[in-house]
């Protein structure tokens, strides 16, 4: 799937000049339809618990700031998603709109890719030099780098939009192309070498670091983002340089719906896992989930009987 918008049938996918591409199950589309929906709304509600806590119930830090704009990127995909897939169920003629939406889902998931590189690439060099982060770091570098991305992420795909829904030429190929190739060929390597120079740093570190839940919350993230989510980079580049697969991309679109979905479980997760208290809340759990330091326990623990007492 790419800008170049698809006259579907129940039968048949055909390109825009009318020849067929291929002949894919209309039962089993409408299968892979329903589940996106279906995932779709679960990790709606998911992210929209996330940006309420994370932006007005939780004290924020420098990575809950990455956190906070990729629960909003998900969210907004998810919603993209959601519309598109009743339009296709209810059989609406969307037209234009069809081009549109698919534009706002290339564009949140491309944003949700570069705030997660920015995410891996920001908490690998904070445990290698810590001393740096703790003194010299700016104070508003994590909302400047997000907005920066967002605006990346945005000229990107407005260019690739206007340039392929409007006047469709080669230079539309070339740049759908040298997006695919950023997204992944330079993110995705850069997320996958520092993920794993972190956990190497880590695991292996004679001076045995207490990273906290965050580096959990980091690396669960970054896997499920490389399993779920990159396909759709893979099969939509693949798509662009003419390789053409059955229900391709629509699978990486299933794909990448359940990993936006799967975001807030983590942080569920990782915030709760080993905490036997009965009167357990989502603030709770999110805010132990999001500690830069296993060290802030004193600090962790007060915040703790406040949060348990009111």
């Known amino acids: 799937m790419n800008y170049t918008p698809y006259k579907k049938s129940k039968a048949v996918i055909y390109s825009i000049d009318g020849s067929s591409l ?25 992210n929209g618990i996330v940006l309420w806590y994370l932006g007005f119930c939780i004290r924020r830090n420098h990575f809950t700031v990455y956190i906070l704009n ?17 339009q296709y169920l209810m059989q609406f003629n969307v037209g234009v709109q069809f081009g549109i939406f698919l534009f706002l889902d290339l564009f949140m998931y491309g944003t949700g890719l570069y705030l997660l590189t920015a995410i891996s690439i920001e908490r690998c060099l904070s445990v290698l030099c810590p001393i740096w982060c703790r003194s010299h770091r700016p104070k ?6 997000s907005g920066l991305l967002w605006g990346l ?17 080669g230079s539309c190929r ?8 950023l997204d992944f060929l330079v993110c995705t390597p ?4 520092f993920s794993l120079t972190l956990f190497l740093k880590v695991k292996c570190s ?29 099969l939509i580049l693949f798509d662009f340089l003419g390789y053409k697969f059955l229900y391709s991309p629509k699978i990486g679109f299933v794909l990448s719906c359940v990993n936006s979905s799967l975001n807030p479980v983590i942080y569920f997760l990782v915030g709760s ?33 406040i949060t348990m007492s009111s």
């Open 22 to 46: 291929y002949h894919p199950s209309y039962a089993v589309l409408k299968f892979m339809e329903s589940f996106c929906l279906i995932s779709a709304t679960c990790g709606m509600v998911g």
């Open 70 to 86: 990729l629960a909003a990127a998900d969210f907004g995909y998810l919603l993209c998603i959601a519309i598109e897939t009743v």
């Open 140 to 145: 508003h570098l994590s909302a400047i780098i």
């Open 153 to 169: 992420s945005l000229l990107l795909n407005m260019v690739g939009y206007i340039l392929c829904s409007i006047q469709p030429t």
């Open 174 to 181: 070339m740049l759908l192309i040298a997006i695919g190739v």
């Open 190 to 193: 850069l997320m996958l070498f």
């Open 206 to 234: 004679s001076q045995n670091l207490r990273t906290g839940r965050l580096f959990t919350v980091i690396m669960l993230t970054v896997l499920f983002f490389l399993i779920f989510a990159v396909p759709l980079s893979v």
């Open 273 to 305: 896992y080993r905490d036997r208290r009965i009167k357990f809340t989502l603030r709770l759990a999110f805010q132990r989930a999001f500690e830069d330091s296993a060290d802030d326990k004193e600090e962790r623990d007060t915040r703790d009987t």
